[in-house]
């Protein structure tokens, strides 16, 4: 069940919130806690009833190895964590990457293996690493012991189910603890922060998607994309990607809300950064988290040396980067970024002490690293996005020039007066225009970006900012979005989810769905 449909909006969320808040006002937060779950299980399996089964599965054998490992002290217990690793993993590794195992065996071996259908299963990259880092805290004597109904709720709470924030278990389980009552302003935060997330989602990032795809489709096809149309292609998806999947974060806190249960923030204006390190610091925050205290500093992190430690960060993000999909450009995509935090921490190292650092800090220096920083994310979106190395190498050569550009025959015609070549220029038949440069798609590809990385963010505005927020990155003017639970606020906020729902014309899956 889709956040943006109409059965969840005006069926399953109503229905829902008005029965969880009566069992708890009249049966108490114990019978609460256990109807929240028979709604989470409903929820998950509307999509597609047996992949309840798996969820179910994994539910029962991580519980399980979680009590085997609370009973034991670490040195007793490290066949047991790297057994319940392990099965994670591989249950990951076939419902998610058999396919690519196999096509890459075909393609080294010249084989023929045959697979039948594997329905990936909705979050099964979510709930999996939220029950590996439950085990490692086991493991490490940092979890608490939870009744098996109370652990499964933790898992699959279903505002994150099945795109995130990825939880950790302590920051549910305490949430569903207190003893928080329904109130006016709580309800108003979560439905103004859930329905600037639809906004987000269909009124943003579903329009401006109609730029991205055409690009990436037709370089699939083997089209070698314009200059133009490349920057507009690869900007496009890079705002689509952003308002599609913070919109969704934004829908699963405001739902959190409603429920009387606080979610932690996963983007901070990542658009804003001014460097690589700062954009991992606001996007995607809580896999960023994971990451960091489950498998970098495990790895050792920067406590081994610079070279150890590089190939810590490496080995990190190119694991994030597979992850995120069934697909070697993804582990490209996470090598990039990679090698884009080896040059940051490298610089950042190198910088110190030298006279012209200050520089850096300046105006002009900070505006320079937005732009550096901001282009290096694009290009990396491009191969993430893209279909094939192939598709990408095509977008990024358009990107840097090398496949002409695409201009109205009068521009043409002047430009080659000042001596430009008119093949450069885009006028060969080989590198034919893909979409028609006008003041809307203009409109849309300078308003998102405003809206990215000038415009308040949605916690800021609901009053939720994050501590991991780039520093001086929310405007002057900001404080007059500020919202407060007022008359004023309530009509402009029905207003944007009226028209919001009104565009909801056909199912958008979130991107991240597909992860």
């Known amino acids: ?58 539910l029962v054998v991580n519980y399980i190895f979680g009590r085997l490992l609370l009973r034991h002290p670490p040195r007793q217990a490290r066949g047991t964590i790297a057994l319940g690793v ?21 393609w080294l071996g010249g084989g023929d293996f045959v697979l039948g259908a594997v329905i990936l299963p909705l979050g099964i990259s979510f709930f999996t690493f939220q029950q590996i880092a439950y085990l490692v805290d086991c493991y490490r004597g940092e979890a608490d012991r939870y009744a098996f109904l109370d652990y499964c709720l933790f898992v699959t709470f279903f505002p994150h189910l099945n795109a995130g924030p990825i939880i950790h278990h302590r920051e549910l389980m305490e949430e569903f603890t207190n003893d928080r009552r329904c109130s006016s302003g709580m309800v108003a935060q979560g439905l103004t922060l859930f329905i600037i997330g639809l906004a987000k989602k269909v009124l943003v990032a579903d329009t401006i998607a109609a730029y991205a795809t055409p690009v990436f489709k037709e370089a699939a096809l083997g089209t070698s994309p314009t200059f133009l149309d490349s920057w507009a292609g690869a900007l496009a998806y890079t705002m689509q990607l952003y308002f599609d999947f913070s919109g969704y974060s934004d829908m699963a806190i405001g739902v959190g809300l409603l429920f009387g249960v606080t979610l932690p923030i996963n983007f901070a204006s990542p658009y804003r950064a001014l460097s690589i390190s700062e954009f991992w610091r606001c996007w995607h925050i809580t896999l960023s988290r994971f990451l960091r205290n489950y498998l970098y500093i495990p790895l050792g992190g920067s406590r081994k040396g610079a070279n150890r430690t590089s190939i810590n960060l490496m080995l990190t993000m190119l694991l994030g980067g597979l992850w995120h999909g069934a ?9 990039f970024h990679g090698f884009y935090l080896l040059v940051n921490h490298r610089f950042s190292a190198w910088r110190e002490g ?20 901001f282009v290096c994310v694009i290009f990396g979106w491009v191969l993430f996005r893209a279909e094939s190395f192939a598709a990408s190498s095509r977008i990024w050569q358009g990107m840097l020039g090398l496949n002409g550009l695409t201009l109205p025959e009068r521009h043409l015609a002047k430009l080659e007066q000042l001596g430009l070549n008119r093949a450069w220029l885009g006028a060969e038949a080989n590198h034919p225009a893909i979409l028609n440069f006008n003041g809307e798609l203009i409109f849309w590809l300078l308003g998102a970006l405003f809206l990215a990385t000038l415009c308040p963010n949605s916690q ?23 919202w407060r639970p007022s008359s004023a606020w309530a009509v402009a906020t029905a207003a944007v989810g009226i028209v919001a729902v009104l565009y909801i014309t056909q199912l958008s899956e979130f991107l991240y769905f597909q992860f």
């Open 354 to 373: 030298r006279s012209w650092s200050r520089w850096v800090d300046t105006a002009a220096g900070q505006g320079l690293s937005w732009a550096l920083t």
């Open 1 to 58: 069940m889709l956040f943006n449909s109409h059965i969840f909006i005006f069926l399953f969320l109503p229905l829902a919130f008005a029965s969880f808040w009566g069992v708890k006002i009249w049966m108490g937060q114990r019978l609460a806690r256990r109807w929240a779950l028979v709604i989470t299980l409903v929820f998950f399996a509307w999509w597609h009833p047996p992949d309840l089964l798996v969820l179910v599965g994994s």
């Open 460 to 482: 800021q505005i609901v009053g939720l900012a994050s501590p991991h927020a780039p520093a001086g990155s929310r405007p002057r003017w900001a404080a007059r979005l500020q």
């Open 327 to 335: 697909s070697w450009t993804f582990v490209a995509w996470g090598a």
């Open 86 to 106: 392990t099965v994670n993993l591989l249950a990951l590794g076939y419902y998610k990457y058999t396919r690519l195992i196999l096509a890459t065996a075909d």
